[in-house]
């Protein structure tokens, strides 16, 4: 109660007393006219004091109905929370400190709302000790206080926190699924393990246009390559790759190693991979300028089974192969098969001594050498591929056999020593890229029938070159369009120029008892021009047209009928000239 409120009732009181004085007093036979009207002067303080007391006690009735209220709301919101609570953890040990100053501060607050309770009920019990009032009598609280109830609530809510802050470290901890345009790909919460699927498809579709309707190469679609991809990573360091293809009319392993990169400067990879010999060869094959390889890549393995050391020295202005393999025979993909004690010893250097300049004209320059040796033990498996034809050979980039041994003359086998030598140079600047790569492979054959030896040694080498007519860099590793085909969006995707130009020259010795001279040429000259459409980062159309030359070979097989040819005589008997189109999805 304030003080002037106090003034006020005892104003009131004294009044009371006056008033009843000068009524008795107004019984006499004679009143005092100034007590009356004193006395009405009193009533009309008592009666303002009566509109205050009323006054005061209407906010103490506001203020108990607004605690009701909020008991009520509280009350409500109490359920709801419990009804959340229902079901889940205990809070959490580390929100315990947190609950201890929240519930401090709470007590603190609820404190201070009794204090100004009990001075509401204090002055409504100074006015009902006057008896200007019946008594007000507050019904008991039965039910938890309010500060009882916000505490509750705190506690329901930080429980709420927590669990949240639970679920979504569980969230967290899941494996993080992406979808997109590198496949899809799975990743542990502590990225210590990672999947990646991904996919390799090449339609190709080859016309030949010769002049003998009767020997030219057979017009064909087929489905080049089909290959499943699945790579990843565990703990971080160990990375692995599986891929077959199913392309080619059968299923074959190409890539299945597993790689241990300890730092950028050193990693041991084992299992079956490309080996570090040719320039082209170890160019991503899904973007590879033209449909196929170009001739020097006819003289290096295609993959090896084995162990290598590999690394990049100096922030990458040094890398460096080195490791020991099975045997594989020129063009070769090598499956388990038995080489007895035979190795390979393989590895490459490369240079990119200007990464570092700034230079932009001479900072993706590269240059380097790769190369092998090995010892055969009289095995035909050390000899080339026999792609394109029935027995081991080589041929031209559209994938005709022009050069076989000869097992008419006997069985031609490896046998001695096996060296390659591969120098190679590589140059992008601004939307232009060359590549020039020269390959040797020497080695010694043996014919079983005739027992004749030999040290053959073929040479190979190209020149290469990609155009961006869209802008974007040049790149050996796949084109990202500046603005993918769309025509909706009104982007064409990218568009890239392709030529190159190459020889692959036989050792004449060849012609001496190991392959014959009236069938097989001596040598192959070739050069291409293309034109390849990125329509987006995945998919792709290559276009280009192809013409080889031939020294040798392309005799008749009788000369009694002279329209009759032998491979690979059916090739080299006139110049190739070849369109291949592809249609390529990558991801």
């Keep these: 109660m304030t003080t002037t409120q106090g003034i006020n009732v005892s104003r009131w009181l004294a009044l009371t007393g006056v008033t009843v004085f000068l009524l008795t007093a107004g019984c006499g036979p004679q009143p005092n ?24 006690t209407n906010q103490l009735a506001a203020v108990r109905a607004e605690q009701s209220e909020t008991v009520r709301r509280l009350l409500s919101r109490l359920e709801q929370l419990e009804q959340r609570e229902a079901g889940q953890t205990r809070a959490a040990e580390s929100a315990r400190e947190e609950e201890g100053r929240a519930r401090a501060a709470q007590e603190e607050q609820a ?21 200007l009032l019946p008594e007000i009598i507050l019904p008991p609280d039965d039910g938890p206080t309010v500060g009882e109830l916000e505490q509750r609530i705190l506690v329901a809510e930080r429980r709420r926190e927590l669990d949240a802050e639970a679920a979504e470290a569980r ?86 190693y597993v790689a241990y990169e300890l730092r950028p400067e050193l990693a041991l990879t084992a299992g079956k991979f490309k080996g570090p010999v040719g320039l082209e060869q170890l160019h991503i094959l899904s973007a590879l300028g033209f449909n196929e390889r170009g001739l020097p890549s006819a003289l290096v393995p295609l993959r090896n089974v084995g162990v290598q050391l590999s690394g990049k020295l100096a922030d990458g202005r040094v890398e460096y192969a080195a490791g020991v393999f099975n045997v594989a025979g020129d063009g070769r993909n090598p499956e388990n098969a038995d080489f007895g004690d035979d190795r390979e010893y393989a590895g490459r250097l490369f240079l990119r001594p200007f990464l570092s300049s700034g230079n932009k004209w001479l900072k993706d320059l590269g240059f380097g050498v790769g190369g092998s040796y090995s010892q055969v033990s009289s095995n035909a498996l050390g000899l080339p591929s026999s792609r394109g034809g029935r027995v081991s050979g080589y041929t ?32 992008r600047v601004g939307p232009f890229g060359l590549i020039g790569e020269y390959a040797i492979s020497k080695h010694a054959v043996y014919n079983s029938t005739t027992f004749r030896s030999a040290d053959l040694e073929h040479h190979a080498w190209q020149v290469a070159a990609q155009w961006m007519l869209t802008g974007e860099p040049a790149s050996f590793g796949g084109i990202v369009p500046n603005r993918p085909f769309s025509p909706q969006g009104g982007g064409w995707g990218a568009w890239q ?15 001496q008892g ?40 392309g005799a008749p097989a009788s000369v009694v009928d002279p329209s009759t040819y032998l491979p690979p005589a059916t090739v080299t008997r006139q110049d190739e000239n070849a369109l ?6 990558a991801f």
């Design 33 to 56: 006219q100034e007590l009356q009207a004193e006395a009405v002067r009193l009533r009309d303080e008592q009666a303002r004091a009566a509109e205050q007391l009323v006054a005061l």
């Design 111 to 131: 404190r201070r709302f009794t204090q100004r309770i009990a001075q509401l009920e204090g002055e409504v019990g100074a006015l009902q000790a006057g008896r």
């Design 171 to 256: 969230a967290r901890a899941l494996p993080e699924l992406s979808i997109g345009e590198q496949g899809i790909s799975f990743r542990s919460a502590d990225t210590n393990f990672t999947v990646r699927m991904a996919g390799l498809v090449q339609l190709d579709s080859r016309t030949f246009f010769n002049d003998d309707e009767w020997n030219e190469g057979n017009d064909t679609f087929l489905l080049r390559r089909a290959r499943p991809i699945l790579e990843g990573t565990m703990f971080r360091n160990i990375a692995y790759r599986i891929q077959p293809d199913f392309g080619g009319g059968g299923a074959q392993i190409f890539d299945a």
């Design 396 to 427: 031209t980039p559209a994938g005709q056999q022009f050069f076989a041994y000869n097992p008419l003359a006997g069985p031609v086998v490896g046998d001695g020593a096996f060296w390659r030598v591969s120098p190679q140079l590589e140059y």
């Design 497 to 511: 120029l392709v030529g190159r130009f190459g020889q692959l020259d036989i050792d004449d010795g060849a012609f």
């Design 514 to 553: 190991f392959s014959n001279p009236a069938n097989s040429a001596s040598a192959a000259t070739s050069w291409s021009v293309g034109v390849n459409w990125w329509l987006n980062r995945n998919l792709r159309v290559l276009t280009s047209f192809t013409h080889t030359s031939f020294e040798g070979g």
């Design 580 to 585: 291949m189109t592809r249609i390529q999805l």
